[in-house]
């Protein structure tokens, strides 16, 4: 008797922005070993290797301490200022990653995408994996910090993880939507590196957002909260320091990020099938 013969079907007019889960299942191996090569090129052909991402933090961390700190004098309550920030950087940092990586990924993937048929959502997905080191590095210097300077966490730290994981979705949103991006305006590579260093300074990572919104006129707090990460910062040191309650403004940013995201799935599936032509 001959053996079955599988066949799979490729529907380029499948255009649901909801992604196949089962199809992503099926390409994990792939998944993996770009997660996997993204980790070992990032601190290849580099003197101190890993130790890199034990600097970079630290480093940002000190200037931002320096900078908000001292000069201009930031109050942060009974939390020093140094492990203030560094709860915000923490956040801040895998989302910077994700968001500098994910764009020029397809195109640093046009080789593959050019031969082989795959979910090329695989790619900016890979990127979030690798980011989970700098998060790690950042949280293992607050827990020191806390340690330091015995500061407890607070009994709202159940709630981090929830913070945590719509940081994490930020991420992908923002993510998504400039690898979709950058394949057709190549200018994004230009932009996206400002925009991170932009982001930095408008994200209540070294100052709490009632510094931020205290300086704005009324109607421009509500604009203040459209940065997705604006929200996420703040809800995630709330949840660990505790103190005031984020304001009903948080929602704000959490509505922007589903805004973001499901937009983001819903171009990124548009071009998705013409991405081989403008790689």
Do not use: C
Not at 60 to 80: A, D, H, K, M, N
Not at 89 to 101: D, I
Not at 232 to 237: C, P, W
């Amino acid at each position: 008797m001959s053996k079955p013969i599988h066949k799979t079907i490729i529907d380029a007019s499948k255009k649901s922005i909801i992604p196949d889960f089962k199809e992503l299942y099926q390409y994990k191996d792939l998944f993996l070993t770009l997660a996997w090569r993204d980790f070992r090129v990032r601190y290849a052909q580099t003197t101190i290797g890993f130790l890199w991402a034990i600097l970079q933090p630290i480093i940002t961390l000190l200037i931002l301490s320096l900078v908000f700190g001292r000069f201009v004098g930031v109050e942060t309550g009974e939390v020093p200022h140094i492990l203030f920030t560094v709860a915000g950087l923490s956040v801040w940092s895998y989302f910077s990653y994700v968001m500098t990586n994910s764009g020029n990924s397809v195109i640093a993937s046009q080789n593959m995408i050019k031969k082989i048929y795959f979910p090329r959502l695989i790619i900016p997905l890979s990127k979030a994996v690798v980011g989970f080191i700098d998060f790690g590095v950042a949280l293992l210097i607050m827990v020191v910090l806390m340690i330091y300077f015995q500061v407890p966490p607070s009994v709202n730290i159940w709630l981090a993880p929830i913070f945590i994981l719509i940081g994490v979705i930020a991420a992908l949103a923002v993510g998504i939507w400039l690898s979709a991006l950058t394949v057709r305006y190549r200018d994004f590579q230009h932009i996206v590196p400002f925009m991170v260093q932009i982001g930095l300074y408008i994200t209540p990572v070294a100052y709490p957002a009632e510094f931020a919104v205290k300086q704005l006129p009324e109607w421009a707090a509500t604009l203040y909260y459209l940065n997705p990460m604006a929200g996420v910062v703040q809800g995630f040191r709330w949840s660990m320091f505790g103190g005031d309650a984020p304001g009903p403004l948080m929602y704000v940013s959490i509505l922007m990020i589903l805004v973001i995201f499901v937009s983001g799935l819903f171009y990124f599936r548009k071009v998705e099938g013409d991405m081989a032509d403008y790689v």
